[in-house]
């Protein structure tokens, strides 16, 4: 099975970036499309961002578009997220997983197997 560590979080203001990472181990990374996901205090996790195994197509949540950008690099097995603009309403422990396709990710549909999260702080 695939072993997940994000990293990247941090306390930032209001408009400034983070680039979160997620290293990856274990069985093939390039073979499993990726998602980000996040949890607020209080809230259930939610889909951020997805990309394809070969990076071609990504997905991304209304909340994040035009402002966070997943990528990934297959030889470093490690996938990113860039996010600008960040508001409060951003605030949260992220975390990255696998799927089978952008749309069974979209939908909640990962491995069980999560990393320990990142934790964004975005104050105003």
């Known amino acids: 099975q695939v072993q997940l560590v994000e990293s990247g979080g941090g306390l930032v203001q209001a408009g400034g970036s983070l680039r979160l990472s997620c290293a990856a181990s274990?069985?093939?990374?390039?073979?499993?499309?990726m998602g980000w996901f996040r949890q607020a205090p209080g809230k259930e996790r939610e889909f951020v961002a997805a990309i394809t195994w070969s990076g071609g197509s990504t997905y991304y949540a209304d909340s994040v578009k035009g402002r966070f950008t997943i990528s990934r690099d297959n030889a470093k097995n490690t996938v990113y997220l860039q996010m600008n603009s960040l508001k409060p309403e951003d605030t949260a422990v992220y975390y990255c997983?696998?799927?089978?396709?952008?749309?069974?990710?979209?939908?909640?549909?990962?491995?069980?197997?999560w990393g320990q999260g990142t934790q964004v702080t975005v104050s105003s």
């Open positions: 274990g069985r093939t990374f390039s073979s499993y499309a």
């Open positions: 997983n696998t799927g089978r396709s952008l749309a069974t990710l979209v939908g909640g549909i990962t491995s069980d197997s």
